[in-house]
C-alpha cells in the first residue's frame, strides 16, 4: 500500500489509523490533587492540536498533543454539565478528534467523513454536548496521526473526596512512520517478521494462554496465539520511559486514585500496583463493585481507576505498566518527600501475563442497565490472521436498529489474537461470557480474546452511524470496523 492510498482510505472513513510516530503525548500535564477549576456555564473552553518534542531514548521525537493555552494536556470537566470545546488545529496535517467515553452527537463524533469532514490546519471547529455522569476518559485522533489526552469528568464526590488523584496515559512509541509499519505486517514473511519494528508473531506459552502442541500419530499441531505484532521503539507513560520516570510526590498514610488510560495502538498491558495492593473501582469510566488485587489487565482503549492507601512510613512506590507477553514495562513511581527513588529496568526479569478475561468475569456494575430483553440480536465473527494481516467479520459489518432498541451482540473471536472492540457513542453491559450469563460492568471497551465469546447489550438511544471497531488501530486499519446503523 503506498503512502496517497493509505491516506485516501483514511480521510474516507473507511479506516482510523494512530500514527506511532506520534505515539506519546507531549508534555502531559504532571498528576496533581486539585484539578484546575472549570470554566461557567457559558465559557467555552480552548483546545490546539499541537506538536511538541520528546526525547525517546536519546532521540528527538517530533509529535503530537492536545492542549489548553496554558500547555495542560487534555481536559478536567465537570460532571452534569457541558463540554464546550472550541478546537483549532494548529499542526501541519488534516485531523478529527474523537471523545473516546462520552456519548456526543453522532455529527461530533470525530471519525472522517462519518460524517464530519477533516479539521484542516488552521480551522477551527465548536463541540457542545453533555459531559455525561463522570468518569476516566480520554481523546484521540482518528486519522494518521495519533493526538491521545486524558478526558476526565469528575463528579461532586471526586471533589470531594480526601485523595490524591494521579492520571496515567500510557503509550507505544516507534520512529517508523505509521503506513510503513502497516506495509511491514501486511508483507512480511517468515524471518522478515518481527525486524526493525515490522511483526512478530510470540506464542503465549504461559498462564491460562498456554496451547501447546498436539502430540500423537496423524495429529495436527494446534495454533498458539499470536501477541504483540508490533516491537515498538519505546513504551511510555505520561509521555516518558522507567529510564526517566515521572515521580509523583505524595503524602504519607495517603490515599490515591489511579486513573489509568491505555491510549496504545497495538500494546494491551497489566497494571502491577506491587506491593501496595489496590482496588479496582471503576472501568471505562464506569463504576463497578470494588475488587480488591495487585494485577489488573487494561487493552488498548480501556481504562481502569484503582484506589490505594499508602502506609504512614515514607517510601516510593512504582507503579508499572507490564507489556502483554514480554519484558518491557512503563510507569510512574509515588514517592513521599525525601524518599529515595531506585533506577528501575526497563526490562522485566519475566514476560507480562497474557490478557484473558478472568477479571472480566468478576466484575459488577454498580449501576447495571435496566433488565430487559433484546429487541435485536446479532452475532460477528471477528476473523483474520497473521499471515495475510486481513481483518474483519465473518458476515456483513452493518448492524440496523430502531431507536430505543434493546441490541445484543455476541463477539465470536475465530482469529488467534485478542481484540479490543470499541463501541462509538453508547456504553453497553457485558451479560456473557463463553455462553454464560453474567451482570458484568457496563464499558465502552471490551476484550475478545482468541476463541472467546462474548456478548454485550446497549441501548440505541443515540442515532447515527456508529463504528464498532477493534481498538489495535492496525487490525481496524485492516478492516475490523463495522457500524451500528439507526436513525432518530
Known amino acids: 500500500m503506498n503512502r496517497r492510498d493509505f491516506l485516501t482510505r483514511l480521510t474516507a472513513g473507511a479506516v482510523a489509523l494512530a500514527s506511532p510516530t506520534a ?33 525517546i531514548n536519546g532521540r528527538a521525537a517530533r509529535v503530537f498533543g492536545l492542549a489548553q493555552p496554558d500547555g495542560t494536556q487534555g481536559l478536567t470537566l465537570d460532571a452534569g454539565g457541558s463540554f464546550d470545546v472550541t478546537l ?27 460524517p464530519a469532514a477533516l479539521l484542516q490546519p488552521a480551522e477551527t471547529r ?15 485522533a482518528h486519522t494518521l496521526q495519533e493526538q491521545a489526552a486524558p478526558l476526565i469528568v469528575r463528579t461532586a464526590a471526586d471533589r470531594a473526596r480526601d485523595e490524591q488523584e494521579v492520571v496515567i496515559l500510557l ?43 498436539a502430540g500423537g500419530h496423524g495429529t495436527m499441531p494446534i495454533p498458539v496465539m499470536d501477541l504483540n505484532d508490533i516491537e515498538y521503539d519505546a513504551y ?21 486514585r489511579l486513573r489509568i488510560i491505555n491510549g496504545a495502538t497495538a500494546t494491551a498491558f497489566t497494571i502491577d500496583t506491587g506491593g501496595l495492593g489496590g482496588t ?11 475488587i480488591v488485587g495487585n494485577a489488573f489487565p487494561v487493552s488498548m482503549g480501556q481504562r481502569v481507576d484503582i484506589r490505594l492507601q499508602l502506609p504512614q512510613g515514607g517510601g516510593a512506590w512504582p507503579i508499572l505498566a507490564l507489556r502483554e507477553g514480554a519484558v518491557e514495562r512503563a510507569g510512574i513511581v509515588l514517592a513521599t518527600p525525601g524518599a529515595p527513588v531506585r533506577r528501575i529496568p526497563v526490562h522485566g526479569a519475566v514476560a507480562g501475563p497474557v490478557l484473558d478475561l478472568d477479571l472480566e468475569r ?48 455476541t463477539l465470536v473471536n475465530t482469529s488467534m489474537m485478542a481484540h479490543p472492540m470499541h463501541l462509538h457513542g453508547h456504553h453497553f453491559q457485558v451479560t456473557g461470557i463463553d455462553g454464560r450469563a453474567i451482570g458484568g460492568a457496563v464499558r465502552d471497551t471490551v476484550l475478545v480474546p482468541p476463541h472467546a465469546r462474548v456478548t454485550v447489550v446497549f441501548d440505541a438511544d443515540n442515532s447515527g452511524r456508529w463504528p464498532l471497531h477493534c481498538h489495535h488501530l492496525y487490525h481496524m486499519a485492516a478492516g475490523m470496523m463495522a457500524f451500528v446503523d439507526y436513525a432518530a
Open 23 to 55: 505515539m506519546s503525548l507531549p508534555g502531559l500535564a504532571r498528576a496533581q490533587t486539585a484539578s484546575p477549576a472549570s470554566p461557567a456555564e457559558d465559557e467555552t473552553r480552548q483546545l490546539a492540536v499541537i506538536t511538541r518534542t520528546l526525547d
Open 280 to 290: 479496582l473501582i471503576a472501568v471505562d469510566g464506569q463504576d463497578v463493585r470494588p
Open 171 to 213: 503509550h507505544d512509541f516507534s520512529f517508523t512512520p505509521a503506513e510503513e509499519l502497516l506495509n511491514r505486517l501486511q508483507n512480511a514473511t517468515g524471518s522478515g517478521r518481527g525486524q526493525h519494528g515490522a511483526a512478530m508473531s510470540q506464542s503465549a506459552m504461559h498462564g491460562s494462554a498456554a496451547h501447546g502442541a
Open 236 to 256: 511510555l507513560a505520561n509521555d516518558r520511559t522507567l529510564d526517566d520516570p515521572e515521580v509523583v510526590h505524595v503524602e504519607r498514610g495517603g490515599r490515591i
Open 362 to 409: 468478576q466484575l459488577s456494575a454498580t449501576a447495571p442497565l435496566a433488565h430487559r430483553a433484546p429487541d435485536r440480536r446479532y452475532t460477528l465473527a471477528l476473523t483474520g490472521d497473521m499471515a495475510g494481516y486481513v481483518w474483519g467479520f465473518g458476515s456483513s459489518d452493518a448492524l440496523t436498529a430502531a431507536h430505543g432498541e434493546r441490541i445484543a451482540v
Open 126 to 140: 465548536r463541540y457542545s454536548f453533555p459531559a455525561g455522569a463522570g468518569g476516566t476518559h480520554w481523546m484521540h
Open 88 to 114: 483549532t488545529n494548529r499542526a501541519n496535517a488534516p485531523t478529527l478528534i474523537h471523545w473516546h467515553g462520552l456519548t456526543p452527537p453522532w455529527e461530533q463524533d470525530g471519525v472522517p467523513d462519518n
